[in-house]
C-alpha cells in the first residue's frame, strides 16, 4: 500500500515521543529514517523505529542524550553520543565537519557512545551537499569466538562515499560490506565458489569498517573490554570531508561529474536492466517520485508498524 511520507513522519515521531525521546530529536529521526523509505532503503527506514523505541523504553540506549564535541583541533574532533541513537552524533558530526572542511580543506571526525547510525549515506549526502567529498563508515561490538565462520570478521557495517555534482542527480555510493554473504543468506556459497574474490573483498571492507568505524572510536575487539553506561551503546562512526574547491574550481569539477554521468547513461546497460545509472540515481528517481504517490510500504512492513504502534497506543499509518 502507499502511504504519505508525512504520514510515515508523524508515526514515527509519535512512537519516539511514547519512547520517551525529546520532540527535536523525534523530528529529525523521523526526517531521516524517512528518507531512507523515500528512497528505497527500506531495511534503514521507518521499520526500524519499532527496534529503537524498544531499545529506548528497555533502557538499552539513553532516550535523552546530551551530545558533545570533544578533543577539537581545528581538523579533527570527537562527538560524543551519551548512550543514545548514534544518528544524532552522526548528524551533528557532518555539520560541523562540513564547516571545519571548508575552513581547513579536511577534516575529520569520529563519534563514539551511541547505538545504531542507519544508512551511512544520509551523513555523505549532507557532505557532498556542502560541496565536498565525504566518506562515512560505522564499527560495533563483535563477538567472534574460536570456531566462529570466517565472515563474522566483517561484522557487516556499511561504507558510503558522496562527491558533489551538478545538475545531474547526486552521486552517493552506500553499501553493506557483506550484502548477500550473511549467514543464511541464500547465495552466500555459490558467490565464494564462483568468485572468491569478490568474498575476500568484501570481507576487507568489513574489517576497514571495524578498524576505523570501531576500534578508532572506542569500542574494543573483545566484549569483555568494553565498559557502557547503556548496553545497546555499542557502535562508533568515522567521517571525513575534503573541500574540492582547494584542488580546482568547484564548479568545474562538479561539470565534469556532469558530463561523466551523461556518457553513463548513454552506455549499454548490464542484462536484466533498463538504464545504465551510478550509485545515489535509483535512490533520487525514487525520492522524487514516491514523494508524490507515497512511499511503498510491503505486508512485513506494516505488520512491524502496526505490532509497534500497538505497544505504544500510537495510530499507526497503515
Do not use: K
Request: aromatic content about 8%; glycine content about 12%; some cysteine.
Amino acid at each position: 500500500m502507499r502511504v504519505p511520507a508525512e504520514d510515515l513522519r508523524a508515526f514515527v515521531s509519535a512512537v519516539l515521543g511514547r519512547a520517551g525521546a525529546p520532540e527535536q530529536d523525534a523530528r529529525l529521526l523521523a526526517d531521516l529514517l524517512v528518507a531512507n523509505d523515500l528512497r528505497g532503503v527500506f531495511s534503514h527506514g521507518s521499520r526500524q523505529v519499532a527496534t529503537y523505541a524498544r531499545d529506548l523504553r528497555a533502557g538499552r540506549l539513553n532516550p535523552r542524550p546530551e551530545i558533545r564535541l570533544e578533543a577539537e583541533t581545528a581538523t579533527t574532533f570527537v562527538v560524543d553520543g551519551d548512550g543514545g541513537l548514534g544518528y544524532f552524533p552522526a548528524h551533528r558530526a557532518a555539520h560541523a565537519l562540513a564547516a571545519r572542511a571548508r575552513a581547513a580543506g579536511v577534516a575529520v571526525a569520529v563519534t563514539r557512545h551511541h547505538g545504531h547510525i542507519g544508512a551511512a549515506g544520509l551523513y555523505t549526502r549532507i557532505l557532498a551537499s556542502a560541496g565536498l567529498i565525504g566518506y562515512c563508515t560505522s564499527g560495533h561490538q563483535l563477538g567472534l569466538a574460536p570456531g566462529t565462520p570466517f565472515p563474522h570478521a566483517a561484522g557487516g557495517s556499511p561504507h558510503s562515499f558522496a562527491v558533489p555534482v551538478g545538475a545531474e542527480p547526486p552521486f552517493v555510493l552506500d553499501f553493506g560490506a557483506m550484502h548477500d554473504l550473511y549467514d543464511g543468506d541464500p547465495y552466500g556459497a555459490a558467490i565464494f565458489r564462483l568468485a572468491p574474490g569478490l568474498v575476500f573483498r568484501s570481507i576487507g571492507l568489513g574489517a576497514v569498517c571495524q578498524s576505523v568505524g570501531g576500534f578508532l572510536t572506542g569500542v574494543p575487539s573483545r566484549a569483555e573490554r568494553a565498559q557502557r553506561a547503556y548496553q545497546g551503546a555499542n557502535q562508533g562512526a568515522f567521517l571525513f570531508a575534503v573541500d574540492v574547491e582547494r584542488f580546482q574550481p568547484l564548479d568545474d569539477f562538479r561539470r565534469e561529474m556532469d558530463d561523466y554521468i551523461a556518457q553513463v547513461h548513454g552506455l549499454a546497460p548490464l542484462p536484466g536492466v533498463e538504464t545504465a545509472m551510478l550509485p545515489g540515481e535509483p535512490e533520487w528517481h525514487r525520492e522524487r517520485g514516491w514523494a508524490v504517490t507515497g512511499v511503498p510500504v510491503g505486508r512485513g512492513h506494516q505488520e512491524v508498524l502496526r505490532a509497534i504502534a500497538a505497544e505504544l497506543g500510537v495510530q499507526p499509518p497503515v
